[in-house]
């Protein structure tokens, strides 16, 4: 599928290193007390790249990814904290890692990828609007509540008979407000987040299908309420120091690059796949600051399956099978990307 793929189930479920402090002076060690890490690379098969700017060491097995910054000696991996004996260094223009690191870290990433069946097993399934939110309304009256609430049950459906848990924002016609969506995602161990809309349009003529995935994340957005109160609750599935703050921020950093660069890539495998499945025309992919794209920290997509101010594509929508068939294309694109 994708290299460079994480999974942030057991963390992701990736290996994340985090830098806790600076430098310090430590004593001389023998030779055999740091290994390098291209000897340990190389006799694993792992690929790993330096970036020299960042300091960040990523190290890939498998589509597995590790992340060192030079100077940590913690690693975090399955939602829990390790410590190695010593610090991640640079010395003469080589990576030094300490001897346990082989341990601690390389025979474990290699055993997690031995009984990774999928990356993803848990999938929040969003149905747009309900209750006193109708959402988009067709000229003929079908409402986008009702539309998306049978495509997004059909879609649930057909992932729990592939063996996905899915966890549904809402099963019925009620208001869920967007900040409880997100709250959703983040108390859930979901690896994917997926929200399922119907389009609108001045243009009367303006039909397909399209996916949305968040654009970048400035600072501010970051510092909002909403998305720092799913940040903290995402951070009770990790075993770690919830006080260090320098620890949050890297966290933070990572759960967002990952989320964005994630949710992009199922983006453009949704679009490239579930407009052909359902015969509908393909209007690409594009980046938003929809607010439960934003403040979901998984990686999350939200799908417009159609246009009710289109009268063609409100007619279809309005046919029971029809909305099976995009229930089920979808289906078939998220197992193909997860699987």
């Known amino acids: 599928m994708h290299s460079f793929v994480t999974r942030?189930?057991?963390?992701?479920?990736?290996?994340?290193?985090?830098?806790?402090?600076?430098?310090?002076?430590?004593?001389?060690?023998?030779?055999?007390?740091?290994?390098?890490?291209?000897?340990?690379?190389?006799?694993?098969?792992?690929?790993?790249?330096?970036?020299?700017?960042?300091?960040?060491?990523?190290?890939?097995?498998?589509?597995?990814?590790?992340k060192v910054l030079v100077g940590s000696n913690l690693v975090m991996m399955d939602k829990e904290s390790i410590s190695l004996s010593g610090s991640v260094k640079v010395h003469k223009g080589g990576i030094l890692v300490p001897a346990d690191f082989e341990t601690k870290v390389i025979e474990q990433l290699i055993k997690e990828v031995s009984y990774v069946i999928k990356k993803f097993r848990e999938i929040v399934v969003d149905a747009g609007h309900g209750g006193k939110d109708p959402g988009a309304i067709g000229k003929g009256g079908l409402r986008e509540k009702?539309?998306?609430?049978?495509?997004a049950k059909g879609l649930t459906e057909n992932l729990e008979k592939a063996g996905m848990k899915v966890i549904m924002t809402r099963t019925k016609d009620e208001f869920i407000s967007l900040e409880d969506r997100t709250k959703i995602a983040s108390a859930s161990n979901a690896d994917l987040f997926v929200s399922v809309h119907a389009n609108s349009s001045r243009s009367r003529?303006?039909?397909?299908?399209?996916?949305?995935?968040?654009?970048?994340?400035?600072?501010?957005?970051?510092?909002?309420?909403i998305f720092q109160k799913n940040f903290e609750e995402r951070l009770t599935k990790f075993s770690m120091d919830k006080d260090s703050a320098a620890l949050k921020d890297i966290l933070m950093d990572m759960m967002t690059q990952y989320k964005?660069?994630?949710?992009?890539?199922?983006?453009?495998?949704?679009?490239?796949?579930?407009?052909?499945?359902?015969?509908?025309?393909?209007?690409?992919?594009?980046?938003?600051?929809?607010?439960?794209?934003?403040?979901?920290?998984?990686?999350?997509?939200?799908?417009?399956?159609?246009?009710?101010?289109?009268?063609?594509?409100?007619?279809?929508?309005?046919?029971?099978?029809?909305?099976?068939?995009?229930?089920?294309?979808?289906t078939k694109s998220v197992l193909d990307y997860v699987e």
Not at 146 to 151: G, S, T
Not at 208 to 222: I, P, Q, T
Request: hydrophobic letters at 40%.
């Open 8 to 66: 942030e189930k057991l963390i992701l479920p990736v290996i994340f290193l985090f830098f806790l402090g600076g430098c310090a002076t430590a004593p001389k060690k023998s030779p055999k007390a740091t290994v390098t890490l291209k000897e340990l690379c190389e006799q694993n098969n792992i690929q790993w790249h330096w970036d020299s700017v960042s300091q960040v060491v990523t190290l890939n097995y498998r589509d597995v990814i590790a």
């Open 260 to 330: 964005k660069g994630e949710s992009k890539h199922l983006a453009e495998h949704v679009s490239a796949s579930a407009p052909e499945r359902i015969n509908a025309k393909n209007r690409g992919i594009k980046s938003s600051g929809f607010f439960v794209l934003r403040n979901t920290l998984i990686p999350a997509i939200l799908v417009e399956v159609g246009f009710l101010t289109n009268a063609d594509e409100e007619a279809l929508l309005r046919d029971s099978a029809y909305r099976k068939k995009v229930a089920e294309g979808l």
């Open 205 to 225: 003529s303006a039909h397909g299908l399209e996916v949305f995935y968040l654009r970048e994340l400035d600072y501010s957005k970051k510092q909002d309420e």
């Open 146 to 151: 009702e539309v998306v609430l049978d495509i």
